[in-house]
């Protein structure tokens, strides 16, 4: 019996109320060799304060928000005819 078809025993014989937390941990497994998502998930948290700069384009886009100035994707990608 290969290694695989072992895993397979034991994923049919898991009672039913582990399946969630077995799926989450090979889950997990899989992508430890997805590199892009591995250092995303172990990158240092960003506690660098936001600049005046920053704070005033987020309150302008919320401005924006407010006022009807956006589009939508879909307007986005029918006016680019995508």
Do not use: F
């Given at each position: 019996?290969?290694?695989?078809e072992k895993l397979h025993?034991?994923?049919?014989?898991?009672?039913e109320e582990e399946c969630?937390?077995?799926e989450r941990y090979l889950e997990y497994l899989r992508?430890?060799?997805?590199l892009l998502l591995h250092?995303?998930?172990s990158a240092p948290y960003d506690d660098e304060p936001e600049t005046q700069e920053e704070c005033?384009?987020?309150?302008?886009?919320?401005?924006?928000?407010?006022a009807g100035r956006t589009h939508s994707?879909?307007?986005?990608?029918?006016?680019?005819?995508?």
């Open positions: 019996m290969t290694l695989k025993r034991l994923v049919d014989e898991l009672p969630h937390a077995a992508d430890q060799g997805d250092r995303l998930a005033r384009a987020i309150e302008e886009a919320y401005e924006d928000l407010q994707l879909e307007d986005v990608k029918r006016e680019l005819d995508l």
